[in-house]
């Protein structure tokens, strides 16, 4: 043969080329043992014979490198990764073999090399494709250290990543590749508290963003989306923002929704935030397994229209209730919205320091306080675990069907702002 044709069994770039590498290699490898035995096989060589090896040197395990050992652990049948969370795993796998070399095993990383990794990670500047296209991350984070640039991972994004490195390693350590695992505990120190690393909306910001000409009347609901004009658009640039701040419900959760999510329950209508049967790809992503819930649409959405607007969409025979809005290379639909969201909080003037899209989610839980809803009515509300990691917490919740639709309502009925005034948005304006 002159070609050997192999299917790479991916539709991502990034993923074919690190694949591609790995399939030349075992080529490469198995043409070599082809010319090996084809010499060894002539009566005309005059190779020495091979050394004979003991039962126990044959049957014994070819060490792991570390590209290996990850292509492995991502291929372990007994777990399931949603899309970006894989694609980060490929970056570490680039930056590991990047600092240690392709020949790299499994069994010589030590302590050291770990803490070498992790001030790696430390300097890797943000965005290094992007703003240092001709350096290999290993090079663009050495830079950063040597001219100690500004604009480096955060300590949440490092530790990120030496969570799914130690996670590697403790798959490792169960495969019986190595004895332990060298990169136990290692991580920083994050001086930012988890609460304050986002922050509620602030009323202003709130006015500002509700009174913008998307909900006032613009020239359209793409480009000119900041421009005041007559054109009254509600789609899912309108909604999204509205859904998030009386529901609680996250980016990616609202921007997936299919007209089939919303229906009656018990007289109530609710969201179903769900990912659907998974024996089928539908392009829905929930972020943990509490994700999944139902939540009764707030009487202030129905009062705007929100209900009218699906029968419209089911009326038209969509499936998606935005179609328009589209997904992203990594499988999500929040991706593109959430880009569009950040520009859209600067033209309106309501960019402030550690709030974003998912300060509506802190909103909502404020407002949840605020009414003084049940706590437990509150985590089931808004997809919260109860944070009792004990399998006894676990058991209990697996028992019962939960909260009865009827008392979810009552419950998110009492959720209001009262200095906020939406009063332009009613149905009948």
């Not at 190595?178 to 304050?196: C, H, S």
């Not at 019962?400 to 008392?407: E, F, L, V």
Request: hydrophobic fraction near 40%; charged fraction near 25%.
């Amino acid at each position: 043969k002159t070609h050997v044709v192999k299917s790479l069994g991916t539709g991502y770039r990034a993923e074919a080329i690190r694949k591609a590498r790995m399939v030349a290699a075992s080529l490469e490898a198995e043409w070599c043992e082809v010319e090996r035995q084809s010499v060894s096989a002539s009566p005309s060589s005059r190779l020495p014979a091979l050394p004979k090896t003991s039962s126990a040197a044959a049957t014994a395990p070819l060490e792991k490198t570390m590209r290996q050992a990850f292509e492995l652990f991502r291929s372990d049948p007994a777990k399931q990764r949603a899309r970006k969370t894989d694609l980060h795993y490929l970056n570490l796998i680039e930056l590991t073999v990047g600092l240690w070399g392709e020949g790299r095993t499994i069994r010589s990383i030590d302590r050291e090399t770990c803490r070498e990794l992790l001030d790696t990670l430390i300097w890797l500047p943000t965005n290094a494709e992007k703003k240092f296209p001709k350096l290999s991350p290993v090079q663009a984070s050495a830079m950063a250290k040597a001219k100690g640039l500004p604009g480096t991972l955060s300590p949440a994004s490092v530790n990120g990543y030496m969570t799914k490195f130690r996670a590697v390693m403790n798959f490792a350590t169960n495969e019986g590749w190595i004895e332990r695992n060298p990169a136990k505990g290692l991580q920083v120190v994050d001086p930012v508290r988890r609460r304050d690393k986002r922050l509620p909306f602030s009323v202003e910001q709130l006015r500002l963003i509700f009174d913008a000409p998307i909900y006032r009347g613009c020239v359209d609901d793409w480009a000119g989306y900041s421009t005041p004009g007559p054109a009254r658009p509600r789609r899912g640039r309108f909604w999204v923002p509205l859904i998030a701040l009386f529901s609680g419900m996250r980016m990616n959760e609202i921007c997936q929704l299919h007209a089939a999510d919303i229906h009656r329950l018990d007289g109530v209508d609710c969201f179903f935030v769900t990912e659907g049967p998974s024996d089928s790809d539908n392009g829905k992503r929930l972020k943990t397994a509490a994700s999944e819930r139902f939540i009764p649409i707030h009487p202030t959405l129905i009062d705007m229209g929100f209900m009218i607007f699906v029968a419209d969409r089911r009326a038209a025979g969509a499936v998606r209730l935005f179609a328009e809005l589209e997904k992203s290379s990594t499988g999500y639909y929040s991706d593109p919205f959430s880009k569009w969201f950040r520009r859209f909080l600067q033209r309106v003037g309501a960019d402030r320091p550690k709030t974003c899209f998912h300060s509506f989610r802190h909103c909502y839980r404020d407002a949840l306080r605020e009414a003084r809803v049940e706590h437990e009515v509150a985590l089931a509300l808004g997809g919260w675990s109860s944070g009792n990691g004990s399998e006894g917490g676990e058991t209990a919740a697996a028992y019962g069907r939960g909260y009865r639709a009827q008392t979810l309502y009552e419950a998110i009925g009492r959720i209001a702002y009262p200095e906020l005034d939406l009063s332009h948005l009613a149905a009948s304006k």
